[in-house]
Each structure stands twice: as structure tokens, then as C-alpha cells.
């Protein structure tokens, strides 16, 4: 007669199999990890690269903006060195004229209009010119007459129109250089900014912590872009 099969039981764990499963579950684990730490350092490449274009593209044109401002500011000086110029060449052509006329007055007052005549037929035109339409006001008759041609609106120096568009000149300079020099600056805060894009990617991936990995790539992507966005609105050379 043939005898009931043993029953089989379960084979209860070994301490072998516990071992091989804790195994295979820490390595799933540790290439998950290195699967993160591999997308974190490419990432973190990319953005490093693309920081370090960008802090290099903002000093370049901050130098050029600055060039610019010293070249505005040399030409300024230069065009108020010409106003001052002019300004004393009109001081110094007004009293040589002055004092002719108060000889042309002082000769007329005399009665000596040989004089008066000689005189006035050497008026530079600007005074000859000022000087008739003074006459024309009767000045010994009339009260309210100017003083003199010098104050007469036809009384005008070459020297002092050239003194004026010097200075107007010199302004504009002025502003052109104060421009530059702003520009300038933005881009040299625009390196600074990424060069926190760049310390921030930089340290990405050296925590023991997923999430502050993580956060710190972030970080650097949303000051890059912020960054790059500024950089746009900056006129460029």
C-alpha cells in the first residue's frame, strides 16, 4: 500500500534570501540615486555654461559702454575748452569795440564828424549794424531808447554764437557719457548676478539632500533666466 505524500510546508526565509532581497533593494535604490545625481550634474553643466557666456557677454559690454563714456566725456571737455575759448575771444572783441565807440560818441559830441566819420566807417559790422538801429531810436530824444548798441538785439558776435553751440555742444556730450556710464553699470551688475547663477549651480549636487539639490538647481535656472531677461532689455554694441 502506497503512503500519503508528506506535505510540503513553506520554506521559511534564510538569512541568505533576507540578505539578497536588502541587496537588491538598497541597489535599486543607489541607481535611483545615481540617476538623480547624473541628471542634477548635467543640468547644473548646462546652466554653468550658459552663466558663464552670459557673465562674459555683460563685462564685454560693459568695456565698450565704458570706452564710450570716456570717448563723451574727452569730447565734453573738448567742446567746453571751445566755449571758453570763444567766450574770451567775445569778452575781448566787446571791449575793443566799446572803446571804439565811445570815441565815435566822444568825437560826434565835439563836433568833430571828420572824426565821427572816420570812426564809424571802421565800426566792425555787428556794431555798425547795432549802432544804426540805435540811431534809428533817437536815444537824445527818445527816454525809453537803450542805453546803448551794445544791449540792441542786432548786436550780435560771431564769437558768442560759436561760444553757445560749444556749450550746447558739451551738454549733449555731457548726457551721451552719463547714458554710457549708466549702462555700464547695469551690465556690470548684470555679471554679478550671474555669477550667483554660477555659485549657486556650482554647489547643486553637493548635499546629502535630494531636495536641497534640487531647490539650488532651481534657484540658479530662475536667476538665469531673470538675468537673461534684463540682459535682453539693455541696448548692446
Known amino acids: ?10 520554506e521559511e526565509p534564510t538569512d541568505r534570501n533576507v540578505a539578497h532581497q536588502f541587496q ?9 540615486v545615481s540617476r538623480f545625481d547624473r541628471w542634477v550634474e548635467f543640468l547644473s553643466a548646462v546652466v554653468l555654461a550658459l552663466a558663464t557666456v552670459a557673465t562674459a557677454w555683460s563685462g564685454y ?3 565698450l559702454w565704458g570706452g564710450d563714456e ?3 566725456r574727452a569730447e565734453a571737455g573738448a567742446a567746453n575748452l571751445k566755449a571758453a575759448t570763444f567766450t574770451n575771444q567775445a569778452t575781448q572783441r566787446l ?7 565811445t570815441q565815435w560818441i566822444v568825437a560826434y559830441s565835439e563836433d568833430n564828424m571828420r572824426l565821427a566819420d572816420f570812426i564809424y566807417q571802421r565800426f566792425p559790422p555787428e556794431l555798425k549794424t547795432a549802432s544804426d538801429a540805435w540811431i534809428a531810436t533817437k536815444p537824445l ?5 537803450p542805453a546803448s548798441p551794445f544791449v540792441m538785439s542786432e548786436y550780435v558776435l560771431p564769437e558768442t554764437g ?3 553751440q560749444a556749450e550746447q555742444e558739451a551738454a549733449d556730450k555731457t548726457a551721451l557719457a552719463d547714458n554710457a556710464n549708466q549702462i555700464s553699470d547695469r551690465y556690470v551688475l548684470l555679471t554679478v548676478i550671474f555669477a550667483s547663477v554660477l555659485f549657486f549651480g556650482g554647489i547643486s549636487g553637493k548635499f546629502q539632500s535630494r531636495m536641497v539639490d534640487a531647490m539650488m538647481l532651481a ?3 530662475v536667476v538665469f533666466i531673470s538675468g537673461l531677461v534684463v540682459l535682453f532689455s539693455y541696448p548692446i554694441q
Open 24 to 32: 537588491r533593494a538598497l541597489s535599486q535604490e543607489e541607481l535611483q
Open 219 to 221: 534657484l540658479s535656472f
Open 162 to 164: 560759436l561760444a553757445h
Open 1 to 10: 500500500m502506497n503512503e500519503p505524500p508528506a506535505s510540503i510546508e513553506p
Open 61 to 63: 559690454q560693459s568695456t
Open 70 to 72: 570716456t570717448q563723451y
Open 141 to 145: 530824444e527818445n527816454p525809453a531808447a
Open 95 to 101: 571791449s575793443i569795440q566799446a572803446n571804439l565807440f
